[in-house]
């Protein structure tokens, strides 16, 4: 009977290629491998040719998202081809670390990581006893360039030794290494059960055993030791009942960055050193050159010649065996970027990190739920990729519309796969999404299967499920009605408007039905985008904007400049919803609009001095504009407020007396800071009006020259807030204006101050512009 222990790094080419290397000659009966048991059945499916690394094996505990681990693999991973030795040889393979069962059950770390609980790191130390102040450069010439050939290894003992003796020195280094370590409980527990499965492989009749582990455990797999020993330290561990799969991996989750404790800084480089060992340099330097030419960047044939020439030149400037990933990237930095870091940046994350994610066979053990979403992945036609990509849908498309119904059904379950991003046109038919599939959404769907076996199912539920939340606010509500027309589940829908009802009848705070309003609005004035029905939500809206009406007015007092602040946002988004709402089809009464979604001249409600209260069955503009106009009369409202609606009703026509306004607001008898946040207020839907209105600006200018040098100072941060927040044409413009001539401000004289338009000379343009509008 014999015993070879492989120590190896995780996801190292070179360990790999040893690790086939040694089990060809050895011709093992049995493979023991560092991983969890309960995944032993899942191993003949690494020979399926769906099979494509890199994957992971999943152990989850089902029903607790928090309790899940992962043990990735590459396909330069030495585990892998230990894995894919032993299915095309027909010998059995074993995995020998801690079950999963044990390590989930307690809470203890996800990873397999053979160097996450050690107190040095060995890779470190031994690359300091070499003289390297840098591991990974260390590690890269001392084993992962060299063991291919064991003559010239450091380490070795000369050519006529095979792989193994690199293992032998391996396992001597970290011997070195572990004199005088006492390991953590974790690491004792997983080393105990590591001897213990190699035990039973001897009990149970192999006489040619291999085992494949972390270089770190080689010494502890070695020594002698007693069973009973590591009994006693197994005993009474908790358990739990886990499940386990294979699943697509990223090579950007293999890296040390992504927070891998056992990962490489640079696994794309390792993978082309484990697929490409003929002339590596050189083919890693072509496609580089073609990552650039796909970016339209020139580079030539002798600009990868002179690459190639330089990156060799340095290696041996440095005595390396082999030109590393440092000498590639400084000979892509200085030949093929011409020095520019930008480009060099663009390969490093294309080609260095690299984005490429695995399969997995449609054979493997899935819950429901993934088998459907991969289902609707291959119908509609979006295929997983671990790189971000950018896709812009046309809702008029039927494709283009079931695959946006899947992408918001998956938000709704907690699976981000596609992120919304402004699209570049102005139509509702547009939408865009950067679609970019993560390893956990795997566990995420294993989590949401508990809602249904299909995504259209598993969305519905939760949506039932987060109505029926009795702490869910109200606008959190409403924006779920979006949410349900957007990935059309009329079937959840009910269910979210009774909630809305219940919720809204109880709820007395204006604030809340004001944050409610403007979703439930666009729900109703974009649902038929789609096709999809929204009965119900008309009654809804008209209720929720006739408490809003009558709640607003005695919602604006004794507010501080912050609430008010906050007040006069949802003032704005409730204005918006109001206009939308006219713009619907089948609403009555809302007569000619006047190009701010609403009635003309001839139909504007109440004129100066006239009560405006909002009556039933007026149209929605009308109720909400008269409410404003009421408001808007009081003398004890905040500056902000006052400002705002002022301007609000300015813009919709209803305010002639704006300056007498804005001259009683910028009063004496009125504080600068009051004042400040008045213009503040007024100034908040843009700067253009101060342009074309040289009275108002007058106005302004006026109340600032007559500021007292303290006040001035008192005022200066409102009003740079307020300025700043105008477009940089705007403030160009306001300045012409003011530069043009303090005496045609001021005074309101000058050329064309008494006639700023000419209505006849003016009617043959807002002709053509209302016939433009469709509003003649």
């Keep these: 009977m014999t015993t070879t222990i492989l120590g190896v790094r995780h996801h190292g080419p070179g360990s790999a290629r040893a690790v086939r290397s040694a089990l060809e000659r050895l011709k093992p009966d049995v493979v023991l491998i560092e991983g969890p048991p309960e995944a032993d059945a899942l191993v003949p499916l690494a020979a399926d040719p769906g099979m494509e690394p890199p994957v992971a094996l999943l152990a989850y505990v089902p029903g607790d998202r928090a309790k899940a681990a992962f043990w990735p693999f590459a396909v330069f991973s030495p585990e892998w081809q230990a894995i894919r030795y032993a299915v095309e040889a027909g010998v059995e393979v074993r995995f020998c670390d801690l079950p999963a069962a044990h390590s989930l059950a307690a809470g203890e770390e996800e990873t397999p990581e053979e160097e996450r609980a050690v107190r040095v ?38 050519g006529e030794a095979g792989p193994e003796t690199v293992f032998e020195a391996i396992a001597e280094a970290m011997a070195a290494v572990r004199e005088g370590y006492t390991p953590d409980p974790r690491e004792a527990r997983r080393e105990a059960y590591m001897r213990r499965s190699l035990r039973q492989a001897v009990k149970d009749g192999f006489r040619e055993i291999a085992v494949v582990c972390g270089a770190w455990h080689v010494p502890a797999l070695a020594a002698p030791s007693r069973a009973s020993d590591d009994d006693r330290l197994l005993r009474g561990m908790p358990k739990a009942r886990v499940e386990t799969t294979w699943v697509p991996w990223t090579h950007g989750r293999l890296a040390a960055w992504s927070g891998y404790g ?13 697929t490409a060992p003929d002339r590596p340099i050189e083919r890693w330097l072509a496609r580089a050159a073609q990552v650039l030419r796909e970016e339209d960047l020139p580079v030539s044939s002798a600009h990868v010649i002179e690459a190639v020439r330089l990156a060799h030149g340095l290696a041996t400037l440095r005595d390396r065996p082999l030109a590393g990933l ?7 930095r200085a030949v093929l970027c011409e020095g520019d870091e930008l480009p060099a940046e663009l390969v490093r994350r294309r080609m260095v990190l690299g984005e490429r994610l695995g399969r997995v066979p449609d054979s493997t053990p899935m819950v429901p739920l993934q088998r459907h979403l991969r289902e609707e992945q291959r119908r509609v036609r979006l295929k997983p990729e671990a790189l971000g990509r950018d896709h812009d849908l046309d809702l008029r ?17 907690g699976i981000p796969w596609g992120e919304p991003r402004d699209s570049r046109g102005k139509g509702t038919f547009k939408e865009s999404w950067t679609l970019e599939w993560r390893p956990e959404f795997d566990v995420a769907l294993i989590e949401a299967a508990v809602w249904g076996i ?20 109200l606008a959190d509500l409403t924006a779920l009605v979006e949410r349900c027309l957007l990935a059309d589940l009329p079937e959840a829908l009910p269910y979210v408007l009774r909630a809305i009802g219940d919720r809204a009848a109880l709820d007395s705070d204006v604030g809340h039905l004001m944050a409610a309003l403007p979703a439930l609005v666009r729900a109703q004035r974009y649902g038929d985008v789609r096709g999809t029905p929204s009965t119900g939500l008309a009654a809804i809206v008209d209720s929720l904007l006739t408490r809003v009406c009558a ?57 100066p001095g006239e009560e405006s209260r909002p009556e039933a069955g007026q149209a929605p503009r009308d109720r909400w504009l008269a409410t404003l106009r009421g408001v808007a ?17 300015f813009d919709a026509r209803m305010a002639d007396d704006v300056q007498v306004r804005m001259s009683r607001a910028m009063s004496l008898g009125h504080p600068p800071a009051r004042a400040a946040a ?27 020259a007559g500021l007292s040098p303290e006040a001035f100072v008192d005022v200066l941060p409102l009003l740079r807030r307020t300025f700043g927040a105008f477009d940089a044409p705007e403030r160009r413009a306001i300045g012409e204006r003011v530069r043009s001539g303090a005496s045609a401000v001021r005074g309101g004289g000058g050329a064309g101050a008494g006639a700023d338009h000419d209505d006849e000379r003016a009617a043959p343009a807002v002709r053509t512009v209302l016939e433009i509008l469709g509003r003649a």
């Design 633 to 649: 009369d009081r003398s004890d409202l905040p500056g902000v407020i006052e400002g705002r609606l002022v301007r609000i009703l």
């Design 551 to 607: 709640g607003l007015p005695s919602a604006v007092t004794g507010l501080d400049d912050e609430p008010a602040r906050q007040l006069v946002s949802q003032i704005d988004a409730v204005h918006a919803a109001v206009a939308l709402l006219d713009d619907i089809p089948g609403r009555a009464d809302h007569g000619e609009s006047d190009g701010f979604g609403g009635p003309g001249k001839d139909d504007r409600g109440a004129g």
């Design 678 to 704: 008045w213009v503040e207020g007024f100034l908040s839907g843009g700067g253009l009006l101060l342009v074309h209105d040289p009275r108002l600006l007058a106005a302004v200018d006026g109340w600032l």
């Design 397 to 413: 498309k039927a494709l283009d519309l079931d695959r946006s119904r899947l992408l918001h059904r998956l938000r709704l379950i």
């Design 262 to 274: 056992a990962g490489v800084t640079s696994p794309g480089w390792y993978h082309h050193l484990f």
């Design 454 to 473: 299909t995504v259209e199912a598993a969305a519905t539920a939760r949506v039932r499920e987060l109505a029926a939340y009795p702490e869910a606010p």
């Design 326 to 332: 440092n000498e590639v990237s400084e000979a892509v």
């Design 121 to 158: 790191d060995p890779i470190g130390a031994l690359a300091e006893a070499a003289g390297y102040d840098d591991p990974e450069r260390w590690w890269e010439d001392a084993v992962e360039h060299r063991l291919d050939h064991p003559a010239d290894h450091p380490m070795g003992h000369g």
